[in-house]
C-alpha cells in the first residue's frame, strides 16, 4: 500500500513497541514512532480502528455513531488528518456561523446566530453577542465582562480545578439564562457537562482556547464522509505504508515484564516483546492492565468518571433542515447535523441529534425517545410537518468521554509510568483538554515524544509540537 509521494521515516531498527488500543491516540502514537523508525505493533480490540469515533452500516446508510466536529484551534487532529491525508475530507467554516433557534419566547420560535467578525480578539464577537437576540441588553454586558474575567484566569493555577464553572458564572454576574442560552450552549458539546458539574480549569481552557485566543479559533469542522473513512481506512492506509504491524480484533490479556528486562504482551496464541508498551485504552482498561508499582495510586484511574452522549438519528423523506447544523435552545434538542450527503442516502434527509451529559437518557427504550423527539424536531423545524419519518434510530455511547468534573484534574496520569518502558495515552490523560479528538491526539503524541526519548531516537522533525497550542 502506498502512502503518496510523501516519505516519514527512516527505516526501523530493532527497538520494538507494543501499542494497545487503535483509537486516534494508538493511532497517534504508532504514526509518531514509526516515522521515527521505531518498529511498531498496533493492537485493537474491535474489528476497526477510530475507537469511539467511527462508523457502521445500516441498511444502505453508513452511520457515525455519533457526530464529531473539531474548532480550527484543535492543531494537534488537525495535524493528525494531514499525517492520513484525510483534511480536504473535514473542512472548517471559513468563518464561525452558528445558527441558534430559541423556542422558549413567548413570542414563538426566533432564530439568532452565533459568528465572528475579521476583528481582533474580542472585538471578533462583539457584534455577534451585541447583536445576540437570546440574551438581554444587560445580560449580553455581563457576559463580556465575564468573558474578560475568564480571560484572566490562569490555566496552570491548580486551585481552578477544585471549583466548578457554575459557581464561578453566577459569582460573576450570569444568570440562569445566559448560562442555558451562552455558556452551556458551548459547554455541554464541548465539555459533555453542565457548567455546575465541570471543572473550572476545563471550562476556562474550552472558552479561553477556542473563543478568547485567535479569532479564527472557534471555526467549526466535521467529516464530510463517515468517520470510518477517517479514522479507520485513511489511517490503517497511513499505518501501512509507515510500516506498523496492525491487528485488529486482537484482545490483550495482559501487560508483564519480560525475562529480558523487556515487556511482554500477551494475545490469544501469541506473545510478543517489546522494549516499550504503550496503553491507549481507557482508563479502566488501562488500569486492569497496569503492572502492579507502576502508577503510585492506580486506584485514581477508576475515580475518573464518565459521561455519556446519545444520539438520535432521524431520516426524513424530503429536505426538512436549510442549514449544514444548528444548536437550539428552549427545547431537548442540542445540536442537529444534515448527515445526508456523507451517509450516502439518494432521497430524502437524514439528520443527526447529539445529544450531550445525556444522563438522563440514555437508557431510555427508543420508543420513548421518539415519542420525545419527533415533536420537538416539529417545533425547531416547521418543514418536518408533513413530512414522512422513513427511520428513526439510536446509538448510545454510555462511556463517551471522562466526566470533567471538579477534583478530575488530579486523577488524569501523565504519559509516564514508574515502570520503565510503559507509557499512557489516550483523551483522559493529563492533556490539559476535555475528552476531545484534539485530547487524544495530543495524549498519543506525549507518549510517542516519551518513548522516543527512552529509546534515544531523534524525534521526527514532521511531528507535531504540542508547544504550539495555547
Request: charged share 20%; aromatic share 6%; glycine share 10%.
Amino acid at each position: 500500500m502506498t502512502h503518496g509521494t510523501r516519505s516519514h521515516g527512516p527505516v526501523a531498527d530493532g527497538r520494538h513497541t507494543v501499542v494497545v488500543g487503535g483509537g486516534l491516540a494508538g493511532v497517534t502514537t504508532a504514526l509518531a514512532l514509526a516515522d521515527a523508525g521505531v518498529r511498531v505493533t498496533l493492537l485493537e480490540g474491535r474489528p476497526r480502528l477510530g475507537g469511539l469515533a467511527f462508523s457502521f452500516q445500516r441498511g444502505d446508510l453508513t452511520v457515525d455513531n455519533g457526530q464529531h466536529v473539531y474548532l480550527r484551534c484543535c492543531t494537534a487532529y488537525r495535524w493528525f488528518l494531514d499525517r492520513i491525508e484525510g483534511a480536504s475530507l473535514a473542512p472548517l467554516q471559513d468563518r464561525l456561523d452558528v445558527p441558534v433557534v430559541d423556542l422558549a419566547r413567548p413570542a414563538g420560535r426566533r432564530l439568532g446566530r452565533l459568528r465572528r467578525d475579521a476583528l481582533p480578539v474580542p472585538l471578533h464577537l462583539g457584534r455577534s453577542l451585541a447583536t445576540y437576540p437570546h440574551l438581554s441588553l444587560a445580560e449580553r454586558a455581563r457576559v463580556g465582562r465575564a468573558a474578560l474575567a475568564l480571560q484572566g484566569l490562569d490555566l496552570a493555577d491548580p486551585a481552578l480545578d477544585t471549583r466548578d464553572f457554575g459557581s464561578w458564572l453566577a459569582a460573576h454576574g450570569q444568570s440562569a439564562r445566559a448560562v442555558e442560552a451562552l455558556w452551556d450552549l458551548v459547554g455541554v458539546a464541548t465539555l459533555n457537562a453542565v457548567a455546575s458539574e465541570a471543572s473550572l480549569q476545563l471550562a476556562a481552557m474550552v472558552f479561553k482556547t477556542g473563543l478568547l485566543s485567535d479569532p479564527g479559533a472557534a471555526d467549526i469542522g466535521w467529516a464530510r464522509v463517515p468517520l470510518g473513512d477517517l479514522h479507520d481506512r485513511l489511517a490503517r492506509k497511513a499505518l501501512d505504508s509507515a510500516g506498523v504491524r496492525t491487528e485488529v480484533r486482537t484482545r490483550v490479556g495482559s501487560v508483564s515484564r519480560n525475562e529480558n528486562g523487556g515487556w511482554s504482551v500477551e494475545v490469544p496464541g501469541e506473545r510478543l516483546d517489546a522494549d516499550a508498551v504503550v496503553l491507549a485504552v481507557p482508563q479502566r482498561e488501562a488500569h486492569d492492565l497496569l503492572p502492579q508499582g507502576a502508577l503510585d495510586a492506580p486506584g485514581r484511574l477508576l475515580e475518573i468518571g464518565t459521561a455519556p452522549i446519545l444520539n438520535v438519528h432521524v431520516v426524513y423523506d424530503r429536505r426538512v433542515l436549510t442549514h449544514p447544523f444548528l444548536t437550539a435552545l428552549g427545547t431537548p434538542v442540542q445540536w442537529v447535523f444534515d448527515r445526508t450527503e456523507a451517509s450516502g442516502l439518494r432521497s430524502g434527509q437524514y439528520l443527526a441529534l447529539s445529544q450531550s451529559a445525556a444522563q438522563d437518557e440514555i437508557d431510555a427504550p427508543v420508543a420513548v425517545l421518539r415519542e420525545r423527539y419527533l415533536p420537538e424536531l416539529e417545533r425547531l423545524l416547521p418543514l418536518t410537518r408533513g413530512a414522512e419519518v422513513k427511520d428513526f434510530f439510536v446509538t448510545r455511547e454510555r462511556t463517551a468521554t471522562f466526566a470533567p468534573a471538579p477534583g478530575v484534574g488530579r486523577l488524569r496520569p501523565g504519559a509516564r509510568t514508574k515502570a520503565t518502558g510503559l507509557y499512557l495515552a489516550g483523551a483522559w490523560t493529563a492533556t490539559g483538554w476535555p475528552a476531545t479528538m484534539e485530547s487524544a491526539v495530543r495524549s498519543g503524541v506525549s507518549a510517542a515524544d516519551a518513548v522516543l526519548g527512552a529509546l534515544g531516537r531523534p524525534r521526527p522533525r514532521h511531528l507535531f509540537e504540542l508547544e504550539e497550542a495555547a
